[in-house]
C-alpha cells in the first residue's frame, strides 16, 4: 500500500471527519455521508476506501463517547494531527464475529491477550489497532474491544497479504503473543456467542458504508463502459451505435440506479434511526431490524458491482482483462465485498428473512 494516499488524507482532514469542529475535525454525524465518502474514494481506489473506512469506523466511536462522557479528547486531537491512524479487525479463521477466538485472560496488572487475527486492514500504515476478543469473567463469556498502539510489544504483524483483489489494502494477519493491556483498557460490548444491542449497531453501522465501496467500484466501472462507448472502435465504428453495447450500457445504467436508491434510502433510514435512539437505547427488535437493513443494503449492491463490473469489461472487450487495465482491479475488488461480514451470501438471506419473519436471531 501506499503511505502518501494515506498523507493525503490526514492533511486533507478526512481522517478527521468525525471529529468535532471545536477539535479542528469536521463534526461529521451522517452515515448517509460517510457512505458517500467512502464510494468517492472507491470510484479512484477501493483499497484506500475500506481501509480508510475502517479508521472512521473506530474513531467515530471515540467521537460519540466524547460527546456523551466528555472521553477521548486526547485520541481525537491525535486523529487531527496525523499522530493516529487506527485500523481494525475481528475477523479470524474458522469463526465469526460472534465467537472471537483471541482471548483476554486476567492478570495482577490487567490483561494479557493471546490469538491471530485476520484481514487487518491498512495495518502496515496505521499507529493503533482495534480490535475485539474474547474474555471470560464472573459474568460468563464476554466480547470485549480494546484499542492498542500497533508496536506494542507482543504485537506481531505477518506481512502475509497476498490476495486476488483489495492488494492495497494492507490487510495482512497480526500475531498477539502475550501482549499487556491495562484493565482500564478493555471494555465490554457484549455476550460471548450472542447478539447484544451494543454489537448489532456497532457492527451495522461500521459495515454499512464499506457497501458504499462497491458502490464506487460500480460507478467507476460505468465510466468506463460509457467512455469506451463513445470513443473506441471497431472496424472504423465506435461500438456505442451497436445494440449490444447499448443493452450492457442500459443494464448498468439500472444496476447503478438501483444500488444508488438502495443506499440511499438505507444511509436515510438509518440517519433517523440515529436521531431517534440519541437518548434512549434501541430494542434488541429495533436493532435487528438497523442489522438486517444493512445485510438487504449489502447483499444487493454486492451483486449488483459484481455484475456490473462484468458488463463493463464485456463492452471494452479482451483489453479489459489485462494487467494495465483499471477494468481488472475493479473486477477484483468486486469480488472480494461479499466475503466482508457480517453476512456473507450464505449466511445473509437466512438472517434477513428469519428478522422479517419476525424470528429474532440470539446468536
Not at 478527521?16 to 452515515?31: M, W
Not at 491525535?78 to 479463521?93: D, K, P, Q
Not at 493503533?128 to 484499542?147: F, K, P
Not at 444508488?260 to 437505547?281: A, N
Request: proline letters at 4%; a negative charge; glycine letters at 8%.
Amino acid at each position: 500500500m501506499n503511505p502518501d494516499n494515506f498523507r493525503d488524507l490526514v492533511a486533507a482532514k478526512i481522517t478527521a471527519a468525525f471529529v468535532p469542529e471545536a477539535l479542528g475535525g469536521f463534526g461529521l454525524e451522517s452515515v448517509h455521508d460517510w457512505t458517500l465518502a467512502i464510494a468517492a474514494l472507491a470510484r479512484a481506489d477501493a483499497s484506500v476506501a475500506i481501509a480508510t473506512n475502517m479508521h472512521l469506523g473506530v474513531s467515530r466511536g471515540i467521537a460519540q463517547g466524547y460527546a456523551t462522557v466528555g472521553y477521548g479528547r486526547e485520541a481525537l486531537e491525535a486523529v487531527v494531527s496525523g499522530e493516529m491512524l487506527i485500523c481494525a479487525t475481528a475477523t479470524e479463521r474458522g469463526t465469526d464475529n460472534l465467537h472471537p477466538l483471541t482471548e483476554a485472560t486476567e492478570s495482577a496488572d490487567g490483561y494479557v491477550i493471546n490469538g491471530e487475527k485476520l484481514f487487518v486492514t491498512m495495518s502496515p500504515v496505521a499507529s493503533h489497532l482495534a480490535m475485539n476478543v474474547r474474555l471470560r469473567d464472573t459474568e460468563g463469556d464476554q466480547i470485549a474491544s480494546t484499542i492498542l498502539p500497533i508496536h506494542t510489544t507482543g504485537i506481531t504483524p505477518n506481512d502475509d497479504w497476498d490476495a486476488l483483489g483489495m492488494r492495497a489494502s494492507g490487510s495482512q494477519s497480526i500475531r498477539f503473543s502475550n501482549v499487556r493491556v491495562p484493565k482500564n483498557e478493555l471494555r465490554i460490548t457484549g455476550p460471548w456467542g450472542r447478539w447484544s444491542v451494543r454489537v448489532l449497531v456497532n457492527r451495522a453501522l461500521a459495515n454499512l458504508p464499506l457497501v458504499g465501496a462497491s458502490l464506487g467500484i460500480l460507478e467507476a466501472a460505468r465510466d468506463q463502459a460509457v467512455h469506451a462507448g463513445r470513443t473506441q472502435k471497431r472496424m472504423g465504428v465506435v461500438i456505442g451505435s451497436g445494440a449490444g453495447v447499448r443493452h450492457l450500457v442500459a443494464e448498468m445504467e439500472m444496476l447503478l440506479a438501483t444500488s444508488r436508491g438502495v443506499l440511499q434510502m438505507t444511509t436515510c433510514w438509518v440517519d433517523d434511526f440515529m436521531v431517534r435512539h440519541e437518548r434512549q437505547t434501541p430494542s434488541m427488535v429495533e436493532a435487528h431490524e438497523l442489522m438486517q437493513r444493512y445485510q438487504t443494503a449489502k447483499a444487493i449492491v454486492n451483486k449488483a458491482a459484481i455484475e456490473g463490473v462484468n458488463k463493463a469489461m464485456d463492452v471494452v472487450g479482451g483489453s479489459s482483462y489485462t494487467q494495465a487495465n483499471t477494468l481488472s482491479r475493479l473486477y477484483r475488488d468486486a469480488r472480494s465485498a461479499p466475503f466482508m461480514q457480517p453476512g456473507a451470501p450464505a449466511e445473509a438471506h437466512e438472517y434477513i428473512g428469519r428478522v422479517a419473519l419476525g424470528d429474532w436471531p440470539e446468536s
